[in-house]
């Protein structure tokens, strides 16, 4: 066999395991099934998550409850279904602010130079210094408690890792041979900035952005279980963590299925972000 032959059937071989790739599948139905939960929480559930049934306190799993029901009689199942677009919506908004805003830094960063590249840089490393949960913890006490303030808090957070990436990739675009013929055919630096590095800057970002996704969700899910996010009676996933913490020894599922979600949703935004960076397993 020829060494074109052998590259050839090998190349073959790569994309039949991405094309049947089972845990990139696997992820992709989670993630799908959370944003339908998200948008459409009435095509998994009539319950209604917020009204006790008199008498059906801590019930375990059983046919008319698949998931039990939790301390004052609530239907588990529904909770969490209704928790996915609390804990979802949250979760794009806090991605959202650190890709816009961390973006935008790295650029400005990254495509300037000089003094202000030293000055957001050498900001964005006291950010980056700083633990993300105490940070979150700072912010969300300045503005407050609740759902959103926790999502701001969460995605002011994560600005410092974005700027930090954005810029890094400018940076190595910037020195690269083709946007510096670009240069030499006269472009100008917007247009070059428009045209060449932001298009090639912005995919690892986004990729990232996907991972981050998965850490907005345990990020959020902390900080309602800690009591700084969610109010109660607001089903979110990690408020239904908190509730039934309590009841562990009599009653496991209610701690238990929502983290298995929690722990389920964040895994495969992972995996999605690892084929969006190009990584395949």
């Known amino acids: 066999m020829s060494l074109v032959d052998y590259a050839a059937a090998r190349q073959s071989v790569s994309s039949?395991?991405?094309r049947f790739a089972p845990g990139l599948w696997l992820a992709?139905?989670?993630m799908v099934l959370a944003v339908l939960a998200a948008l459409f929480p009435a095509l998994f559930t009539q319950a209604n998550p917020l009204e006790g049934i008199a008498g059906a306190q801590r019930l375990a799993p059983q046919a008319g409850h698949w998931l039990g029901t939790d301390q004052l009689g609530r239907d588990l199942?529904?909770?969490?279904?209704?928790?996915a677009s609390h804990s979802l919506s949250a979760a794009v908004i806090s991605v959202a602010?650190?890709?816009?805003?961390?973006?935008?830094?790295g650029v400005l960063a990254g495509a300037t130079g000089g003094k202000t590249e030293s000055i957001v840089m050498r900001a964005v490393d006291v950010l980056l210094a700083i633990p993300s949960?105490?940070?979150?913890?700072?912010v969300l006490i300045?503005?407050?408690?609740?759902?959103?303030?926790?999502?701001?808090?969460?995605?002011?957070?994560?600005?410092a890792s974005f700027a930090r990436l954005a810029r890094a990739e400018v940076v190595r675009i910037r020195h690269s041979e083709y946007v510096e013929a670009a240069y030499g055919s006269g472009g100008r630096f917007f247009s070059v900035l428009w045209r060449h590095i932001l298009p090639n800057a912005l995919t690892p970002v986004i990729?990232?952005?996907?991972?981050q996704f998965g850490q907005a969700i345990l990020a959020l899910s902390t900080l309602s279980f800690l009591g700084y996010g969610t109010p109660p009676p607001i089903p979110e996933w990690g408020l239904l963590i908190?509730?039934?913490r309590n009841y562990l020894a009599t009653a496991w599922w209610l701690t238990t299925f929502p983290g298995v979600v929690v722990v389920a949703v964040v895994l495969a935004a992972n995996r999605i972000s690892q084929q969006l960076s190009g990584g395949r397993r």
């Open 77 to 83: 199942f529904s909770r969490i279904v209704y928790g």
């Open 133 to 138: 949960l105490l940070l979150s913890l700072s």
């Open 142 to 159: 300045l503005l407050g408690f609740g759902t959103l303030n926790a999502a701001l808090a969460v995605g002011i957070a994560s600005i």
């Open 207 to 211: 990729a990232y952005a996907a991972l």
């Open 28 to 30: 992709v139905f989670v």
């Open 97 to 105: 602010i650190g890709l816009l805003a961390g973006t935008a830094l």
């Open 242 to 244: 908190a509730e039934g």
């Open 16 to 18: 039949k395991r991405y």
